[in-house]
C-alpha cells in the first residue's frame, strides 16, 4: 500500500502517524509546501512574546524524526500541484529546485489546513501589515520587533489569536489597540463571561475598539495608519490581522 499525504502539522502528520501504528509496511510520503512539517500552533504568539525563546522550541518534529521513528518519507518544500485520480498521480513540484516530478499512490489523503483570511481592502498589502498562521509568519513579526523596536501596534480581530498577539504585543512593551467588528471580544463567549475579558485586557493596557471593522490601510508618518468603518482611525507602527482563517 502506498500512501500519500498533502500537507503536514497537525491534519496531515497526525495522519501519517496513526496510519505508520495500523500498518508497519505501507509507504507514506507526505508533501509540506513550507520547511516545517511539523510545529506547536498555538505557540507561535509566544515566540513573538518572547515567552517562548528559542524558534527551535516551536518545532515538535522534523522530517528527520518522523523518518527515523515512523519511517515516513517527508518531504518539505514540496507543492502538490495538480492530481489525476484516472491514473492514480499527483504532480509535485520540489521549490528549492522548481523541479517537477508524478508520484503515484494507492490512496491519497489531502491536508493541506488553512490560510489567513486576508480581506480585500485598500493597503493591505502593505509591508507593516501581518498575518500569523505559519512559523514563518511569527519569524517575520519577530524579527521586525525585535529589529524596528515598533512602538505601538493595532490588532485587528477578537478571536483567540488576537487576544494572543495583543497580549504578546503588550508584553515586548507596545502599545497595542484591539479592534473588533462585534460588540464583544471572543464571540462564541456569553455576554457577562466576555466583559471579564475586556476588563483583563483594559487592565493590562490594552486598548479595545469594539464594534468598528477595519476599511483600509494607509502608510502615514512612518507606520500604518487603519481607517475604521464607524470610528475615527487608528495610527500605530504595526497591524497585525486575525480575523479568522479559510480553508486552503
Request: net charge negative; aromatic share 6%; charged share 25%.
Amino acid at each position: 500500500m502506498k500512501i500519500l499525504i498533502v500537507g503536514g502539522v497537525a491534519g496531515g502528520a497526525s495522519a501519517a502517524t496513526r496510519l505508520r501504528r495500523l500498518d508497519e509496511r505501507a509507504e507514506i510520503i507526505l508533501f509540506e509546501k513550507g520547511p516545517y512539517v511539523s510545529y506547536a500552533n498555538c505557540g507561535l504568539p509566544y515566540y513573538v512574546g518572547d515567552v517562548i525563546q528559542e524558534a527551535g522550541a516551536l518545532s515538535v518534529q522534523t522530517p528527520q524524526s518522523l523518518a527515523a521513528r515512523f519511517a515516513l518519507d517527508v518531504r518539505v518544500h514540496s507543492e502538490v500541484t495538480a492530481i489525476d485520480p484516472a491514473r492514480k498521480t499527483v504532480s509535485v513540484r520540489a521549490l528549492d529546485s522548481g523541479k517537477t516530478y508524478e508520484e503515484s499512490y494507492d490512496k491519497l489523503i489531502l491536508a493541506p489546513g488553512a490560510r489567513p483570511v486576508v480581506p480585500n481592502l485598500p493597503g493591505v498589502e502593505l509591508e507593516r501589515v501581518f498575518t500569523l498562521r505559519t512559523v514563518e509568519d511569527t519569524l517575520r513579526i519577530r524579527q521586525f520587533v525585535d529589529s524596528q523596536s515598533p512602538q505601538s501596534a493595532t490588532v485587528i480581530g477578537g478571536g483567540f489569536i488576537g487576544l494572543e498577539m495583543a497580549e504578546n504585543l503588550r508584553a515586548r512593551g507596545l502599545h497595542v489597540t484591539l479592534v473588533e467588528k462585534m460588540d464583544q471580544l471572543l464571540g462564541p463567549l456569553d455576554a457577562d463571561m466576555a466583559s471579564f475579558v475586556h476588563a483583563k485586557f483594559l487592565s493590562e493596557g490594552v486598548k479595545l475598539l469594539l464594534g468598528s471593522g477595519a476599511a483600509g490601510f494607509e502608510e502615514k508618518d512612518g507606520g500604518i495608519f487603519t481607517r475604521l468603518d464607524n470610528a475615527p482611525g487608528v495610527q500605530a507602527d504595526m497591524v497585525v490581522l486575525a480575523i479568522g482563517v479559510a480553508p486552503d
